[in-house]
């Protein structure tokens, strides 16, 4: 029996820079979908497992990066060295980048940061999983802030020591503009809230203190954005950014966010149920710590803060306000 004719080296690396498209023979029913490209390319079996898992081969319209998975009978085979890899469940949505500073817009329910050196899936290492899939050269990450992980938006890293010490000190003289878009239960009413805000306020809980020299200032401005029959979408500018800054001036107005898990120990009302927590990061500005050029950056709500909105837009006020 005759062994496979190969291509010349040359040939099968023409043959995979042209787009195929044919569909599964019946003849290739159940065989692997490196076996079927390495059948059409004429090319070593490495380079049909190569194409597949460098996402150039789909069937049927989705890609097939696994060469060892089985093809049925008509389905559409494309071949496309030019074909594009899916981005990575991982990766993140980077709006802003240079050689200083990236910023990413980040989902709820992924951490800023490992908690320790076993954590996965954070956000720094969604910035090395795009770098990564886009082939480009992997770089150190500092961090100068973090977002809480249930909340989504705009989160900045530096790419350099000097961006690093430049933001770093932008954040501790709070001369950055930030603001978040968030739902809160009942009636907000708009206004400045400012308390001293300690790790716990006597109840093992985060929150504002009158004890003397305890805490740290915290400011809080807010504005009504549009009032829902049981809760009110509010813009929240913060003057500082202590931790859970937002989700305890709030609370503690009477306001719980919708969504929120922590900060409802002194709530009373009847709680909005609600997959994650409605807190985005919507805007960051500030002037850039190397180029001193003035960066304003802008994020639109993600569709499950937009699917909570429309919920809470369509919510029949019970009988009992909130």
């Known amino acids: 029996m005759s062994g496979p004719v190969w291509a010349s080296p040359d040939e099968y690396v023409r043959l995979a820079a042209m787009r195929q498209e044919s569909p599964i023979a019946p003849d290739e029913e159940g065989l692997t979908v490196s076996a079927v490209v390495r059948r059409r390319l004429g090319c070593p079996w490495s380079r049909a497992r190569e194409l597949c898992e460098r996402g150039k081969v789909a ?26 890899k899916p981005r990575p469940p991982t990766a993140a949505k980077i709006v802003f980048e240079d050689e200083h500073v ?30 990564r899939h886009e082939n480009r050269r992997e770089r150190a990450l500092f961090v100068v802030h973090r977002i809480d992980k249930e909340t989504s938006g705009l ?70 954005v549009e009032a829902l029959p049981r809760a009110t979408l509010c813009e929240a500018r913060l003057e500082t950014g202590r931790t859970h800054q937002i989700r305890i001036h709030l609370s503690e107005a009477g306001h719980p966010l919708v969504g929120e898990r922590v ?57 009992e306000e909130p």
């Open 102 to 131: 990236v910023v990413i817009d980040k989902p709820s329910g992924v951490a800023s940061v490992p908690f320790d050196e076993k954590d996965r899936g954070t956000a720094m290492d969604s910035v090395r999983d795009t770098w």
């Open 263 to 319: 900060y409802i120990r002194d709530y009373r009302g009847t709680l909005i149920p609600s997959p994650r927590l409605l807190l985005h990061a919507a805007t960051l500005g500030f002037v850039h710590p190397v180029t001193r050029a003035r960066v304003r950056l802008s994020s639109p709500l993600p569709k499950d803060f937009e699917a909570g909105l429309k919920r809470l837009r369509t919510d029949i006020l019970s009988g």
């Open 59 to 84: 069937l049927d319209g989705e890609h097939a990066l696994d060469p060892a998975a089985r093809v049925r009978n008509g389905q559409a085979l494309v071949i496309d060295e030019h074909m594009r």
């Open 155 to 224: 989160l900045a890293f530096a790419l350099s020591r000097r961006a690093e010490s430049g933001l770093k000190a932008l954040f501790k003289e709070h001369a950055l503009e930030r603001t978040y878009l968030c739902a809160a239960h009942g009636r907000v009413s708009e206004g400045r809230i400012e308390s001293m805000l300690a790790a716990d306020r006597g109840d093992g809980l985060r929150g504002s203190t009158k004890r003397p020299g305890e805490g740290k200032n915290a400011v809080t401005h807010v504005r009504v």
